[in-house]
């Protein structure tokens, strides 16, 4: 933009700002105020900060530095003058706080009375020669206000003019007083006249002090006005179902109210009781606190208090603990709100009879139906929303007492309204977002974004914490002003470990498996490819990545499926990457209705990442009673919904999983790539030897690799890279053995290096035996 048009631009914010209070697009100002060099041109952007922020706080301390900025860079700036001119009379309001007196008692003797009136006389002189400078000061202020038409900043200084004025005449009647009061006790006779004068002055100076902070109290703008509970939920981002929602409940209860008071008979009461549901950070406390409000604003309950509790306080360990922490904290609601979060876990599933969770709900239902508290406390249940309908519907005496009406699901926040929950946390610190910090921000809620368990509100909130944290650590005598505003990029960036080498390179660095490498790199290509025709507008063929691994033990299925899940990472296509190992016993359960929930707990650690099944065709059994085709079907329906958010890998012997795959026809659909993992050569699994005892910085004898290549061409030593790295470890074993039982060895240190045909033999030879 070139300079005639930006200087139109602000032109237009100024405008905007004097008419409406606020900018349009605040985004576009702080941008360009990131970005500006020009002096004139900060000054005035400045100055518009400054004048938004004092239309919600006339006093606001950060807008008069930001004028004394603007000031600084552009001497000239008229606006910011005149606005400068609404906090100078502010500090202004100790100005009479000298005039203290000590009390003149008649009784005191006359030494006593000589110095209590030279402290009249010292007090008067100090205040008056500092009055007398802001006479001429506030005359000037006021005939400046009057001259821009401000009627408001215009009075004020009227007012205190006048004040001030009436206050250095009276305190120069009090001056003088005060000196033919001293006289008269220096002299042989005094009279009670003097001391009369004295009090009299005395008195009209103490009414003009109060005069004094009266006008300040009367333009004090510190002075909180308490927002109405509907007011506040309004403003909150998002939220718009749940708003809508609770608007009603709020109209409703005032309709029952006027009804109530006009005297028509209302016999069933809406129940205050109400289940919040949602995922963490969506605000279910912070509705909680505001229905408590809203029930207290319009009577319905004597108080707002919200008494939060959770099982650890409820549940105890002991009969008749539970009962006694239960009925102890409904006392303390009485009036209130009773807030159990994560109610869901007073039910816990399977729970043995020393669990007291079930006491807890049960007395929780009769006091809330008892004639001594019933229908004098509310209770909001909350907690994720699958547990909580599971819960309720476990509980039917629980369910009763919460109609589905006063039911609220909380959903997640889009991308964009947890951008502007990051302005609001960072505008709360008096920071800005530059739009690459929201970018940033935006791509770190995306990497966050991986299961239920996602923050929110509360993950965003710690992200914009932790730039100003990082900010703040690496900041050192900054005496930019404009630096302390801004939230940048680099105060979001993540500080990534470095890894050893990338994924493509641990893949080529893998022995043998040329094919099934060349495979997967190709399939990496078509993902990189696929992913920047997306980001291009481009249509985009589905990408299948579900993959079965088949091969005999020890052939690097594991070892390419951890490099698997790196390489989707590297491509963006896996937020984490992580590779979570399972076999039949992290699934399945032994009985009717856990294993399910067992193979969801899995799949949830695996999101964003790689679910690898070893020996997966050990899930399909012909056995009645089995639990192994529930696996199946609960993978089959969490991998659909779940999409590109989980890969799954199962690993096997070719027959066996071909088997499997058969079983269910959604398990196969779901599995379009097969990559075979071929028996080691014997010169593969030497070279995998090798490689494991240089990492330790050992190395084999010619003798001993020759003596090894001859062993591994043996039908017992064939193609199982485990073995040999079990191997290895043996021989060392046998190295050590064989130096420490030789007292007198020479040249330890070149010999520990060596790994020997004798070692290699002693080996080989136990395992044949």
């Known amino acids: 933009m070139n300079r005639e048009l930006f200087l139109r631009q602000i032109q237009q914010w100024e405008k905007e700002v004097k008419e409406k209070g606020e900018i349009f697009n605040q985004g576009e100002l702080i941008t360009a105020l990131s970005k500006e060099t020009n002096p004139i041109f900060l000054s005035k952007m400045l100055t518009i900060i400054a004048q938004s922020r004092m239309q919600k706080k006339k006093q606001d301390q950060l807008a008069y530095t930001l004028l004394n900025k603007a000031l600084q860079l552009y001497p000239n700036n008229q606006t910011a003058k005149e606005f400068l001119m609404q906090f100078d009379w502010i500090k202004l309001k100790d100005l009479f706080s000298v005039l203290t007196f000590p009390a003149i008692r008649e009784t005191d003797n006359r030494t006593a009375k000589k110095k209590i009136a030279e402290q009249y006389i010292e007090v008067c002189e100090s205040f008056l020669l500092e009055a007398e400078e802001k006479l001429d000061e506030f005359q000037s202020k006021y005939n400046l206000s009057s001259s821009q038409l401000n009627k408001e900043l215009s009075h004020i200084y009227k007012q205190l003019l006048e004040t001030l004025t009436e206050a250095v005449q009276e305190v120069s009647y009090l001056l003088k007083a005060a000196k033919e009061y001293e006289q008269s006790i220096i002299g042989v006779f005094h009279t009670s006249t003097y001391y009369e004068d004295l009090k009299q002055h005395l008195a009209k100076?103490?009414?003009?002090?109060?005069?004094?902070?009266?006008?300040?109290?009367?333009?004090?703008?510190?002075?909180?006005?308490?927002?109405?509970?509907?007011?506040?939920?309004?403003?909150?981002?998002?939220?718009?179902?749940?708003?809508?929602?609770v608007n009603d409940f709020y109209r409703f209860l005032k309709y029952q109210k006027q009804r109530k008071e006009?005297?028509?008979?209302?016999?069933?009461?809406?129940?205050?009781?109400?289940?919040?549901?949602?995922?963490?950070?969506?605000?279910?406390?912070?509705?909680?606190?505001?229905?408590?409000?809203?029930?207290?604003?319009?009577?319905?309950?004597?108080?707002?208090?919200?008494?939060?509790?959770?099982?650890?306080?409820?549940?105890?360990?002991?009969?008749g603990q539970t009962e006694e922490n239960v009925r102890s904290i409904v006392e303390r609601s009485i009036g209130g709100v009773l807030f159990i979060d994560e109610a869901y876990s007073l039910k816990r599933e399977g729970q043995s009879g020393n669990d007291y969770g079930q006491v807890a709900i049960d007395t929780l239902v009769s006091l809330m139906t008892s004639d001594e508290f019933g229908g004098k406390f509310?209770?909001?249940?909350?907690?994720?929303?699958?547990?909580?309908?599971?819960?309720?519907?476990?509980?039917?005496?629980?369910?009763?007492?919460?109609?589905?009406?006063?039911?609220?699901?909380?959903?997640?926040?889009?991308?964009?309204?947890?951008?502007?929950?990051?302005?609001?946390?960072?505008?709360?610190?008096?920071?800005?977002?530059t739009e690459e910090a929201k970018t940033e921000i935006s791509h770190r809620l995306e990497q966050e974004q991986v299961d239920d368990t996602f923050g929110n509100a509360r993950t965003v909130r710690n992200i914009v914490l932790e730039?100003?944290?990082?900010?703040?650590?690496?900041?050192?005598?900054?005496?930019?002003?404009?630096?302390?505003?801004?939230?940048?990029?680099?105060?979001?960036?993540?500080?990534?470990?470095?890894?050893?080498?990338?994924?493509?390179?641990?893949l080529n660095q893998l022995i043998g498996l040329d094919q099934l490498k060349k495979e997967i790199q190709t399939l990496i290509s078509f993902v990189k490819m696929q992913?920047?025709?997306?980001?291009?507008?481009?249509?985009?063929?589905?990408?299948?990545?579900?993959?079965?691994?088949?091969?005999?033990?020890?052939?690097?299925k594991t070892t390419v499926a951890k490099?698997?899940?790196?390489?989707?990472?590297?491509?963006?296509?896996?937020?984490?990457?992580?590779?979570?190992?399972?076999?039949?016993?992290?699934?399945?359960?032994g009985y009717v209705g856990q294993t399910a929930g067992k193979t969801k707990k899995k799949i949830r650690e695996a999101l964003g990442g790689v679910l690898f099944i070893d020996e997966a065709y050990s899930l399909l059994s012909h056995s009645a009673g089995d639990f192994g085709k529930e696996v199946i079907d609960t993978l089959v329906d969490e991998m659909t919904k779940h999409n590109e958010n989980l890969v799954v890998i199962?690993?096997?012997?070719?027959?066996?999983?071909?088997?499997?795959l058969e079983s269910n026809p959604g398990l196969r659909s779901r599995f379009k790539k097969f990559y075979y993992f071929p028996d080691y050569t014997p010169e593969q699994i030497l070279e995998i030897m090798l490689l494991y005892a240089n990492k330790y910085q050992y190395q084999f004898t010619d003798?001993?690799?020759?003596?090894?290549?001859?062993t591994l061409s043996r039908e017992q030593f064939k193609g199982n890279g485990r073995l040999a790295v079990n191997l290895v470890d043996e021989i060392i074993q046998a190295q050590s053995a064989r130096l420490m039982n030789d007292e007198g060895i020479n040249s330890l240190y070149e010999k520990s290096l060596w790994l020997e045909a004798g070692d290699v033999k002693a080996v080989i030879e136990n395992k044949e035996k």
């Open 262 to 319: 006009l005297g028509f008979t209302i016999k069933d009461e809406l129940s205050l009781n109400m289940v919040i549901t949602g995922n963490p950070g969506t605000g279910k406390t912070t509705i909680a606190r505001l229905l408590a409000k809203i029930y207290h604003e319009l009577g319905v309950l004597p108080r707002e208090e919200v008494i939060e509790t959770n099982r650890t306080q409820l549940v105890g360990s002991y009969v």
């Open 467 to 506: 730039a100003i944290f990082k900010k703040g650590s690496r900041q050192e005598n900054e005496k930019n002003l404009i630096e302390f505003m801004f939230l940048k990029k680099e105060d979001f960036s993540v500080d990534v470990t470095q890894k050893d080498g990338s994924p493509s390179e641990k």
């Open 563 to 589: 490099i698997y899940a790196e390489l989707l990472k590297e491509c963006g296509l896996l937020k984490r990457g992580h590779l979570v190992v399972t076999s039949r016993a992290d699934f399945v359960a």
């Open 378 to 433: 509310a209770v909001i249940l909350a907690g994720y929303p699958e547990e909580m309908r599971n819960f309720l519907d476990a509980n039917p005496g629980l369910r009763s007492r919460f109609p589905v009406s006063n039911m609220i699901h909380l959903p997640n926040y889009s991308n964009e309204e947890l951008i502007q929950i990051a302005e609001k946390t960072a505008a709360e610190n008096d920071y800005f977002l």
């Open 650 to 660: 199962l690993a096997g012997y070719p027959g066996e999983m071909n088997e499997l």
């Open 703 to 710: 003798e001993s690799k020759e003596y090894l290549l001859q």
């Open 531 to 556: 992913q920047f025709r997306r980001n291009n507008g481009l249509p985009t063929v589905p990408i299948q990545l579900h993959s079965v691994f088949t091969g005999n033990p020890g052939t690097g």
């Open 205 to 245: 100076v103490e009414n003009l002090k109060r005069n004094w902070q009266e006008l300040f109290t009367q333009y004090d703008d510190e002075t909180h006005v308490e927002e109405h509970a509907l007011d506040q939920l309004n403003e909150l981002i998002g939220m718009e179902t749940v708003k809508k929602r």
